[in-house]
């Protein structure tokens, strides 16, 4: 269990939130003194309806520069012929 001050709370809340989202429990202090607890809500991995780490991304897409980039070139159209295929079996 992790140990957090209140006064620390605001600086480390998102690394808090984190770990209570991977089903760890924090315990917040004052004075040196355990005031209260962090607990996720769901007690156990199967019971969360989110995956335990949501990674946010390292930087912005850069859009303009995501479009301008050449494509893969896919001649015999596996591609193409996949995705109809996929289609065609409703999935």
Same mark, same amino acid.
């Given at each position: 269990?992790?140990?957090?001050?209140?006064?620390?709370?605001?600086?480390?809340l998102? !690394?808090?939130?984190?770990?209570?989202r991977?089903?760890?429990?924090?315990?917040?202090?004052?004075?040196?003194k355990a005031i209260?607890?962090?607990?996720p809500?769901?007690?156990?991995?199967?019971e969360?309806?989110?995956?335990?780490?949501?990674?946010?991304?390292?930087r912005?897409l850069?859009?303009?520069?995501?479009?301008r980039?050449?494509?893969?070139?896919?001649?015999e159209?596996?591609?193409?012929?996949?995705?109809?295929?996929?289609? !065609?079996?409703?999935r």
């Amino acid at each position: 269990m992790k140990l957090t001050s209140i006064a620390d709370l605001p600086i480390q809340l998102k !690394d808090v939130l984190t770990l209570v989202r991977a089903g760890e429990e924090v315990q917040l202090t004052d004075q040196g003194k355990a005031i209260a607890k962090v607990v996720p809500v769901f007690g156990s991995a199967e019971e969360r309806p989110y995956p335990p780490f949501l990674i946010p991304p390292k930087r912005r897409l850069d859009v303009e520069a995501f479009f301008r980039r050449s494509r893969v070139q896919d001649p015999e159209g596996t591609v193409r012929t996949a995705l109809l295929r996929e289609r !065609d079996e409703d999935r």
